[in-house]
């Protein structure tokens, strides 16, 4: 705690140039097409909470406003600590799979899944076999977590 913060610091304990890759970017890219990608992340976030709401088995935590989605698999039979610790089974199986790497998070005490959609290669198609993949793995993992109770 304190300053100085030595991570923040290169090997010289100078401040690394971190604007460059920031600028870099901007010039290679331009604003408008940087801008258009970031519009395109925030429709795809939509377009997941749209099919998270369509979906029986998964529950929406919060307003999908921008890129971020949080949701969970719900099955009804289970008890709350049951249903958090499958939605996080099911975290950790995405990213052991390689198909996603969505974090955690908790609302309203409810463990989410955190999907943050910001690479400009996202494509529908990620998005329904995110979707997919999650309803998979709560049947594989939901008899595991039944015993739990």
């Not at 913060?5 to 940087?34: D, M, N, Q």
């Not at 519009?39 to 709401?53: D, F, G, M, Y």
């Not at 974090?103 to 329904?128: K, Y």
Request: net charge negative; proline share 5%; aromatic share 4%.
């Amino acid at each position: 705690a304190g300053e100085p913060w030595f991570c923040e610091y290169g090997p010289e304990l100078s401040r690394g140039f971190r604007a460059l890759k920031v600028w870099a970017t901007i010039k290679e890219h331009g604003l408008e097409r940087l801008g258009a990608m970031i519009a395109k992340n925030c429709r795809q976030a939509a377009q997941l909470a749209a099919r998270v709401t369509a979906t029986p088995e998964l529950e929406l935590l919060a307003p999908a406003e921008l890129n971020i989605v949080c949701f969970r698999v719900r099955p009804p039979d289970l008890a709350a600590a049951a249903i958090d610790q499958l939605n996080g089974d099911i975290v950790v199986a995405l990213q052991e799979r390689g198909v996603a790497a969505p974090s955690t998070t908790r609302i309203d005490g409810s463990l989410a899944i955190r999907v943050n959609i910001t690479n400009h290669r996202t494509e529908a198609s990620d998005i329904d076999l995110l979707i997919d993949s999650i309803i998979d793995l709560a049947g594989e993992l939901n008899e595991r977590h039944r015993h739990q109770d």
